[in-house]
């Protein structure tokens, strides 16, 4: 088997972020589900766009997102993910290119646009986000290179591409062709909305095919129908090599070969937007892995990732975080 030139393949939702405040009763007002993230038409997704207060608008997804952060660490990074010939398309490829991540996905010549996500922040920092999938649910499992993936230590996977049909077969191609050449397969839950709409799925998904999976409290309560974290933490960790489970303001557990760590949060100053906490805490704890960092490294490499991104609003760093990887090698204060 060749040597891999990749670190780790992001596979996810090419998503235009678009970040505002708001307050609870903007919430109301227009129904929407706090802390969730819910999928909504073109013409619903103007009409919230409309009603937003001006924004920051960002390249995101949540695996593009994860690939843009390890790039910044230093890794060798790739990213497969639909867009329109449009104008937030080409902002798109451009965002990615000049983050360092390989990405050469073929655009939607449909006709349909570039996905965008409507992120609503409320004052306790939590995250609201509206979005349209637009050109993502074009991706198939064409869109597939097969010698990409077998070049990447892992293939890391978004959650949220269970909803559209094609992108699950996508999604499914990834995982065959990364398992078929020894290498490691990594699935992050997204949301768990998500997880309880496709629940029974990508519960036998994550046992029989998962190497590394990431999830918050929510979400791992939600694969596996339960109130008890515990006892959802002893089912997953029959079944997957590696667990890494966010908890907020709690830390993360982490679990696997015969470990379990306990990570604490990294200390900021105040916590502005969770927009992307999951996903860079992600893309820390994948860097570290990729270089052959202990379990209880590669949790606080994650955590000081995540920590760099709700000190502020958006879900791309502001800072140098390389530095937090010698960082990383320091125990981080309860």
């Known amino acids: 088997m060749a040597d891999a030139t990749l670190d780790v393949i992001g596979i996810g939702n090419a998503i235009v972020d678009v970040i505002a405040q ?20 073109a013409e619903r997704a103007e009409t919230l766009y409309c009603a937003m207060e001006a924004g920051v608008e960002v390249s995101g997804g ?10 910044m660490m230093g890794g060798e990074v790739g990213y497969i993910g639909k867009v329109s010939e449009d104008t937030l398309g080409k902002v798109f490829s ?32 939590q995250r609201t986000m509206n979005t349209y999938l637009g050109a993502c649910i074009e991706l198939g499992p064409e869109d597939i290179d097969e010698a990409f993936i077998a070049s990447a230590q892992v293939t890391y996977l978004e959650g949220y591409l269970w909803d559209p049909p ?3 077969e996508a999604f499914r191609k990834a995982q065959n062709v990364a398992k078929a050449n020894g290498r490691r397969v990594s699935l992050s839950l997204s949301d768990p909305f998500c997880v309880k709409r496709h629940c029974e799925e990508l519960r036998d998904f994550v ?10 409290q929510d979400e ?20 997957c090599e590696i667990v890494a489970l966010t908890r907020g303001a709690q830390g993360a557990v982490v679990a696997g070969r015969g470990e379990v760590h306990f990570v604490n949060t990294a200390p900021i100053a105040r916590v502005m937007d969770t927009t992307g906490a999951g996903d860079l805490f992600a893309a820390g704890f994948l860097y570290g892995f990729t270089h052959d960092f202990d379990l209880a490294r590669c949790g606080r490499l994650g955590a000081l990732a995540a920590g ?23 125990p981080l204060s309860g």
């Not at 949540?62 to 790039?71: D, L």
Request: aromatic fraction near 6%.
């Open 94 to 125: 451009h965002d990615m290119v000049s983050a360092g991540v390989a990405y050469e996905s073929a655009p939607s010549v449909t006709g349909t646009s570039t996905a965008r996500c409507l992120v609503l922040v409320t004052e306790d920092a």
């Open 220 to 239: 791992i309560l939600s694969l596996y129908e339960t109130d008890d974290f515990d006892d959802a933490l002893q089912h997953i960790t029959r079944h």
């Open 166 to 168: 094609e992108a699950k």
């Open 207 to 216: 046992e029989n095919h998962v190497d590394i999976l990431f999830a918050n």
């Open 308 to 330: 760099e991104i709700i000190s502020h609003f958006g879900a791309r760093p502001e800072m140098d975080i390389s530095q937090l990887v010698e960082a990383s090698a320091q």
């Open 62 to 71: 949540s695996a593009a997102n994860s690939m843009v952060g390890m790039a």
């Open 22 to 41: 708001a307050e609870d009763s903007f919430l109301i007002e227009h129904a929407l589900n706090k802390g969730a993230m819910t999928l909504i038409d």
